[in-house]
């Protein structure tokens, strides 16, 4: 699997300094996805797991209303003809999250607009979510009489259980606010929508610039400690430091990083 352009139809791909850029593309749709969209990121994914040109991915959309709004509800997203048998039911989440797909590279998702259920597959998965002044989120399933249970189970642990609760039994009747997203720790940080792009990039380059096996194994020992106890989790974290020590000797930092000033957050 390739990065160029010409091997996806419904996502942008750009890839410099390190940082891939990846823009959902179906504006028109409310970029929305649909089955050629979770085709895209399969192969995607496959081919950012082999590079090692990539260091960073960026996941925004295409300028319009919506950051995504899920699944398009009139294509759908199986293949035509393409229905399970009920033990090998699969999931667009399967597909879509760099997680999923055993992509440790750090994922960093820049939301403008509705960000509505499906939406939150790539939300639960990123490693920086920032979104701009007049984003909003909401799930909008029981709406449309459908049950609600992969996107907001795998937002537990980021986001207290009543605000997911409460998202999803109002359904499409009350949407969260930026502020209120940065208050329950559903995005870090609010942007002018203007500045929401090059935000995200800024963010992306000052992690590239870090060695790329640290910062992967820092990525991975910190998703899969949430799933584990306590205990477990911390005895797991040395065995990644064990690891990281073998496999990665220990360098300084760039001269770029060393005379940037720090921030306040």
């Excluded at 409310?30 to 994914?45: G, H, K, V, Y």
């Excluded at 393409?82 to 090998?88: G, K, S, Y």
């Excluded at 980021?158 to 009747?173: C, G, N, T």
């Excluded at 990665?248 to 720090?262: I, Y």
Aim: proline fraction near 7%; charged fraction near 25%.
């Amino acid at each position: 699997m390739t990065m160029q352009q010409s091997d996806y139809s419904a996502i942008l791909v750009d890839l410099a300094g390190g940082v891939l850029t990846v823009t959902l593309n179906r504006p028109d749709k409310a970029n929305s996805f649909n089955q050629a969209m979770i085709q895209d990121f399969r192969n995607l994914w496959t081919a950012v797991r082999d590079s090692q040109d990539v260091r960073v991915v960026v996941l925004r959309a295409a300028e319009g209303k919506a950051f995504c709004t899920g699944v398009d509800i009139r294509e759908g997203w199986r293949a035509p003809g393409a229905e399970p048998a009920p033990f090998d039911y699969d999931d667009p989440g399967d597909w879509l999250g760099p997680k999923s797909n055993r992509v440790w590279k750090p994922f960093i998702v820049a939301v403008h607009g509705m960000a509505a259920g499906g939406a939150f597959y790539w939300l639960n998965e990123a490693d920086i979510a920032i979104c701009s002044e007049e984003a909003t989120f909401f799930d909008p399933h029981l709406k449309f009489g459908k049950l609600s249970s992969v996107e907001p189970i795998g937002a537990l642990g980021r986001i207290p259980y009543q605000e997911i609760s409460r998202m999803v039994l109002l359904a499409d009747e009350e949407r969260i606010s930026a502020a209120t997203a940065l208050r329950m720790s559903l995005v870090t940080e609010i942007t002018r929508r203007e500045d929401l792009w090059p935000r995200a990039q800024a963010l992306a380059e000052s992690i590239a610039a870090r060695e790329p096996l640290p910062t992967q194994g820092s990525v991975r020992a910190l998703w899969e400690a949430q799933s584990l106890p306590r205990a477990q989790a911390v005895s797991n974290a040395v065995k990644y430091i064990q690891i990281s020590k073998a496999t990665s000797p220990v360098k300084p930092a760039p001269a770029s990083l060393k005379s940037k000033p720090w921030t306040l957050r």
